[in-house]
Structures are given as structure tokens and as C-alpha cells.
């Protein structure tokens, strides 16, 4: 029996305990967040025993194996440490940290306590990107040569996800008072990692250009509104592959829109999650000379919860661990340092 404990009770924690809640071996033994109000409503809702007001005390009194961590950015590297230092193996929410120092830190340390470790980057739950990755790393569609991907979101320019004038939860992402890496650090990192993941390969350099553009308004109350809201990057893979990732909050007619497509010289293969999920396009073999495009139907794959469980179970490490969030949290620390150097830079992730 694997007993974990969730620390922070917001939105995303939710889905957390839905999806660890209905797992056999699995038991939600205890709960935290800093709201009590929150906490035990949390509580009543997913039918945990146990809450707490202070992480701390949650492990120490709780007999544990595991806790995910579905706090704000800033508390991923305090909580992940604490409960490392403990012994116990973590699921923390994407981004790993808020810079990359304590990213590195996290990963060290989840290294050397030997614990599983893992960040949930929410896409990879996509079996048309599991399938897809797959084949390029057998070399389906040949060597690398280039990329394009995009992950597009328009609630600054419609209303359809609520007014982010008067939403809280939308309006703090504008604003890096409140802890935000506006677009690059909030959705950026979901594109990095489904690039990566997807190509198979690291990036080596960063060029990026960062935009905040004017809302009508600086700020409202204490949020001000200066965090980016648009990037673009030209990146170069350690591969030789070049390719584009790019991404904003003003793309109108996107409501939450990824898609990644890599061309090698023997083929071409697409991941567009806002047609599907478990689904993947090919262009491949005797197709490239009829510019024909196939769509693949694949069967479901572990998400994330699933995939963390069974790492905790048989001892492997799960590719989305500490280690790979470094190199998400290094592309973010470089995009910001090649927008104000305005010039390419190498990425070093250790």
C-alpha cells in the first residue's frame, strides 16, 4: 500500500486525488494547506482522514510514503526539500522551482535521498505523444533537421475563460510580484516539455524574444501587469536540429491549443492536441513523395499518477523526474537572460 499525502488543496489538486483516489494500492491518508477552511472541504470532498494547516507537522505525525506537492511555484523547492529530507518519494507540480538554482537543488538532493521523483507535466498523459516519441526515437522519420512548435492560449483578448479583470486566479499570472514567469514560466514550460520529449533531444541554445503588451490598464489593485504575455524562441537541439517554440495569450480562436511538429529527412511526424489526444500524424516512407499525411489512432498509455505509483513500486525512475525539470527550468532561465542579452546562448542545465 503506497500512503500519500497532498500538500496544497487548490484546483489542481483536485484532479490529484481524483485520479490517486480510484487506484488500487493507493491510499490518501492526509492532506495540507495554509487555508483551513480550504483543507477540510478538501478533505470531506475526496474522503482523507487527516488534515493539516502546516506541511511540516503533516510529515511529521503521518506515516507516509509519498506526498505530491500541488503548492504555488514558489513553495515547490521548500516542501519538495522538507519532504525529501524525509525520505518520501514526490510528485511536484510543473514548474520544478521558480529559478534554477533551486531546481538543481531539488533534483540533487532527490538524487542522493534516492527517491522517486516526478513532475507533472500534464500533456505527457497524451498517448498520441507517448506513441509519437516513440517512433522518432527509433528513428521513424530520420535524422532531425526541424521544428516547429506552439502552445496557444487567448483569455487576454476573449472572455471565455472568465474575466482575468476580475479572476484572481488568472490575474496573478500577469503580474511577477505575485510569483509569476508570466507566459514563458506558466505555460512555456508544457511546450518545452512536449518539444523535448517529442524530439527525443536537449536544447543546446536559446535565442527568445519576451512581450508584455499594454492592456488598458498597468495593474489592478496589487497585481501589476508587468509579466510577459508572448515568446518566441529560436532554439538549436543538441542534435543539429533548429526549430521555433512559441507562445501567448492574445492568439484568438485558441483556447488551449499545443502542437509540435518535427521534420526529419525521412519523414515528418505532428502531436496537435487540440484535435486530439490519442492521436498522432505521420508522413512517412513512399508518403513524403505524395505529400500524404496519415493520422494515427493509439491505445491508452499510464498517465502521470499512474506512471508515479508504479515507479514507487518497482524502484524505476520515471523519464519525467527532477532531472528532466532542470532542463525545462534552464530553457525558461534562458529565455529570460536571451531577451535581455538579445543574442543566442548556450544552455548549460547542470
Not at 514548474?95 to 505527457?124: E, H, K, T
Not at 488568472?170 to 509569476?180: D, I, P, V
Request: proline share 2%; hydrophobic share 40%; aromatic share 8%.
Amino acid at each position: 500500500m503506497v500512503r500519500l499525502g497532498i500538500i496544497g488543496t487548490g484546483g489542481m489538486a483536485n484532479g490529484h486525488a481524483a485520479e490517486f483516489g480510484k487506484m488500487k494500492g493507493v491510499k490518501l491518508v492526509a492532506c495540507c494547506d495554509v487555508v483551513s477552511e480550504k483543507v477540510e472541504a478538501f478533505a470531506q470532498k475526496h474522503g482523507i482522514k487527516h488534515t493539516y494547516t502546516d506541511y511540516h507537522a503533516m510529515l511529521e505525525n503521518e506515516k507516509l510514503d509519498a506526498v505530491t506537492n500541488v503548492t504555488n511555484d514558489a513553495m515547490h523547492a521548500e516542501i519538495s526539500l522538507a519532504a525529501i529530507a524525509k525520505g518520501l518519494h514526490v510528485l511536484c507540480e510543473k514548474p520544478l522551482a521558480s529559478n534554477l538554482a533551486d531546481a538543481r537543488r531539488m533534483a540533487q538532493a532527490a538524487a542522493q535521498a534516492g527517491v522517486i521523483n516526478m513532475v507533472n507535466f500534464s500533456y505527457r498523459n497524451s498517448c498520441g505523444l507517448q506513441k509519437a516519441a516513440e517512433l522518432v526515437r527509433k528513428g521513424k522519420i530520420g535524422r532531425l533537421i526541424h521544428v516547429e512548435a506552439s502552445y496557444l492560449q487567448s483569455w487576454l483578448s476573449n472572455r471565455a475563460w472568465g474575466d482575468w479583470r476580475e479572476n484572481t486566479a488568472l490575474t496573478w499570472r500577469l503580474s511577477t510580484r505575485h510569483g509569476s514567469m508570466g507566459t514563458l514560466g506558466d505555460i512555456g514550460c508544457h511546450i518545452f516539455d512536449m518539444t523535448t520529449f517529442l524530439c527525443g533531444d536537449e536544447i543546446a541554445e536559446i535565442t527568445c524574444n519576451l512581450g508584455t503588451f499594454d492592456k488598458g490598464i498597468p495593474s489592478i489593485g496589487e497585481y501589476v501587469f508587468d509579466a510577459n504575455d508572448s515568446f518566441v524562441a529560436a532554439v538549436k537541439f543538441a542534435g543539429g536540429a533548429l526549430g521555433t517554440v512559441h507562445s501567448s495569450r492574445w492568439a484568438t480562436g485558441h483556447g488551449n491549443s499545443l502542437r509540435v511538429r518535427v521534420f526529419g529527412d525521412k519523414g515528418a511526424i505532428e502531436v496537435d492536441l487540440d484535435q486530439a489526444w490519442d492521436e498522432y500524424r505521420i508522413c512517412a516512407g513512399k508518403d513524403t513523395e505524395s505529400f500524404t499525411w496519415k493520422s494515427v489512432k493509439c491505445p491508452p498509455t499510464p498517465n502521470n499518477f499512474e506512471r508515479f505509483i508504479r515507479a514507487i513500486k518497482t524502484g524505476k525512475q520515471d523519464p519525467s523526474s527532477f532531472a528532466n525539470g532542470v532542463k525545462i527550468q534552464a530553457y525558461l532561465h534562458y529565455c529570460m537572460e536571451a531577451d535581455k542579452t538579445h543574442r543566442p546562448l548556450a544552455v548549460e542545465v547542470k
